[in-house]
């Protein structure tokens, strides 16, 4: 639909009819989707344009002319600055049914077969959805204070947070106490503007089993860093270990090979269901703990695996799926490119005396060549948001397994997917997860079944 009727700075009155999947409101103008942040489907709202593209407009809520009945009232303070959650403004409960619903969207969009809904099961949801979060990576800076915040969404405006509600309680304590001690000590955050200072982001990580892991990014290292880890740890008895590392301005990722420990231990434990788990400062794991167990549990039911099964463990991470599967097939070739992370399932495998996983230090394309003469039943995936890709696709078809289990973090990738590997593989169920209540952020199980 062409947009040419439309301009920046137009007001216009919209029925808001679904959620995309950044949790806009969609509504319809002359069959031209615009996208409205803040409006809720069943509302009537007066939206202005801010930008209009060929196939869709994005507009501005200005004010709502018919509430939605699930409309209720943020429970953060800084929930419109701060952008990290965006659907705080919907009841929980229809949050649940919406998420279920922006999966329909997605594989009525994408796949090329008429959809039973039935086999997208109900959003499996958290009775307590707050204080979730077991890790936080965010940046400090120095106005005339230290300062802990997030960068508004679609911009740079800091906006510092004192006690963020869908972190753990304990993050949030840890988070307070550091920018004390930086102030203490005088570390301060790095200042972009003056190229003056140390610290630019804070991470900390918190486990069911009362451990803590600091890690501080700085841009240059400064010298009363171990100072600060002592008093850290002095003060806060939870935080088992801090590490540093020095900001590579070629990388948005958080750690690199400057990473070191400052004091403490090598790692942390968690406990997720029966299994102890062993994490390295840049281990990959689930950030919502009850929620992972669920996640992990259902991939585990309903693969139905049988005790002869030889099954891959894919994108593994820290084994996670590997341990909830273990003791109901026959071996797991848990595949991860990762190091630290290979080395966080080496030993969690251990600790938890499991003995027939197999960790590959590979990616799945190069992993599968030396298991070219194995027979695969089953495989299970958890891949990032890109989804598995035409590659690894057409090594599953190669493979042929039985039944493939796809814990996906995006509708959009999870329904090319099934779409590519419809020629081959049936869709028998989907199963949504709310693993990021309060986001748009979409979890789900898949099982598919070969022809």
Same mark, same amino acid.
């Given at each position: ?7 920046? =700075?137009?007001?216009? *009155? ?10 806009? =409101? ?16 069943? %509302? ?6 801010? &930008? ?30 701060? =952008? ?10 229809? *949050? ?9 969207? !997605? ?24 204080? $979730? ?5 965010? #940046? ?9 915040? @997030?960068? !508004? ?28 001690? @930086? ?10 503007? $003056? ?42 008895? @939870? ?33 997720? /269901? ?23 549990? *259902?991939?585990?039911?309903? !693969?139905?695996?049988? #005790? ?8 593994? /991470? ?7 599967? !273990? ?38 394309? &190069? ?22 890709? %035409? ?40 199963? #949504? ?12 199980? *898949? ?5």
């Amino acid at each position: 639909m062409n947009a040419q009727h439309l301009n920046e =700075g137009d007001l216009i *009155t919209l029925e808001i009819k679904r959620l995309g999947i950044n949790g806009e =409101g969609i509504g319809y103008d002359r069959k031209l989707a615009i996208f409205v942040t803040g409006a809720l489907p069943n %509302e009537r709202v007066e939206a202005r344009i801010t &930008q209009v593209f060929n196939n869709r407009a994005i507009a501005e809520l200005v004010s709502i002319k018919k509430a939605s009945k699930d409309r209720v009232k943020p429970f953060c303070p800084v929930y419109e600055t701060c =952008g990290g959650c965006q659907l705080q403004h919907l009841s929980y409960q229809k *949050t649940l049914i919406e998420k279920r619903q922006m999966i329909i969207q !997605a594989f009525n969009r994408y796949l090329p077969f008429k959809l039973n809904q039935e086999r997208v099961k109900e959003t499996l949801g958290m009775e307590d959805p707050t204080h $979730y979060r077991n890790k936080a990576s965010l #940046p400090v800076r120095k106005t005339k204070q230290n300062k802990i915040g @997030m960068y !508004a969404s679609g911009g740079n405006k800091f906006v510092p947070i004192k006690d963020c509600p869908v972190q753990d309680d304990r993050v949030n304590h840890i988070l307070n106490t550091i920018i004390d001690l @930086m102030g203490e000590v005088d570390i301060d955050a790095f200042d972009q503007k $003056y190229r003056k200072g140390f610290i630019t982001n804070v991470i900390v990580r918190v486990t069911s089993k009362d451990e803590a892991q600091v890690t501080f990014t700085c841009k240059k290292l400064p010298n009363r860093l171990p100072q600060l880890a002592s008093l850290l740890m002095e003060k806060e008895p @939870m935080v088992k270990s801090v590490f540093r590392v020095i900001e590579d301005n070629e990388s948005r990722e958080f750690f690199n090979d400057s990473l070191a420990k400052v004091k403490g231990q090598d790692i942390i434990h968690e406990v997720l /269901g029966k299994f102890t788990y062993v994490l390295e400062p840049e281990s990959f794991f689930q950030l919502n703990s009850k929620q992972a167990d669920v996640f992990f549990k *259902t991939m585990r039911d309903v !693969a139905k695996l049988k #005790p002869s099964d030889i099954v891959i463990d894919a994108y593994a /991470g820290s084994a996670p799926i590997s341990h909830y599967i !273990a003791e109901h097939c026959q071996l797991v070739y848990a595949i991860e490119v990762n190091q630290a992370s290979v080395n966080s399932a080496n030993q969690s495998l251990k600790e938890n005396s499991i003995h027939n996983v197999k960790v590959i230090k590979d990616t799945f394309d &190069q992993a599968l060549k030396t298991l070219k003469s194995e027979k695969i039943d089953v495989m299970f995936f958890d891949p990032p948001r890109v989804g598995l890709g %035409e590659d690894t696709i057409a090594l599953i078809k190669q493979f042929k397994p039985n039944r493939i289990v796809y814990g996906s973090c995006n509708p959009s990738t999870l329904a090319k997917d099934i779409a590519s590997l419809s020629s081959d593989y049936v869709l028998d169920e989907t199963t #949504p997860i709310d693993m990021f209540p309060f986001t748009a952020h979409v979890e789900s199980i *898949t099982l598919l079944s070969l022809k």
